[in-house]
Nanobody, 119 residues
Framework: QLQLVESGGGLVQPGGSLRLSCATSGFTLYYYAIGWFRQAPGKERAWVSCISSSSTNYADSVKGRFTISRDNVKNTVYLQMNNLKPEDTAVYYC??????????????WGQGTQVTVSS
């Protein structure tokens, strides 16, 4: 059964860093695109970043601060978040879609991990 489990969230001060992990199981990571999304209180879920076998992409709001990467041996995707801002506060979700390309509509979702940026 396909599963995605996020971890690495927490409380961090503005300007700090966190690395989120998305541990996957039940499928071959190479054949899937993995996306990170976030949902802030009172707001709709927003796409953050995506990695596939052919590309990586970022939302403008995180470009230059966030880096997505994948380890096909460990079946894990990471989101390194640097220079965090209060507006990055949200529940972060990873998601998967069987495609070689980055897409924003994905079929499989994790349960989310909370990121709070506050002094």
């Amino acid at each position: 059964q396909l599963q995605l489990v996020e971890s690495g969230g927490g409380l961090v001060q503005p300007g700090g860093s966190l690395r989120l992990s998305c541990a996957t199981s039940g499928f071959t990571l190479y054949y899937y695109a993995i996306g990170w999304f976030r949902q802030a209180p009172g707001k709709e879920r927003a796409w953050v970043s995506c990695i596939s076998s052919s590309s990586t992409n970022y939302a403008d709001s995180v470009k230059g601060r966030f880096t997505i990467s994948r380890d096909n041996v460990k079946n894990t995707v990471y989101l390194q978040m640097n220079n965090l801002k209060p507006e990055d506060t949200a529940v972060y979700y990873c998601a998967a879609e069987r495609t070689r390309f980055c897409v924003k509509s994905m079929a499989y979702w994790g349960q989310g991990t909370q990121v709070t940026v506050s002094s």
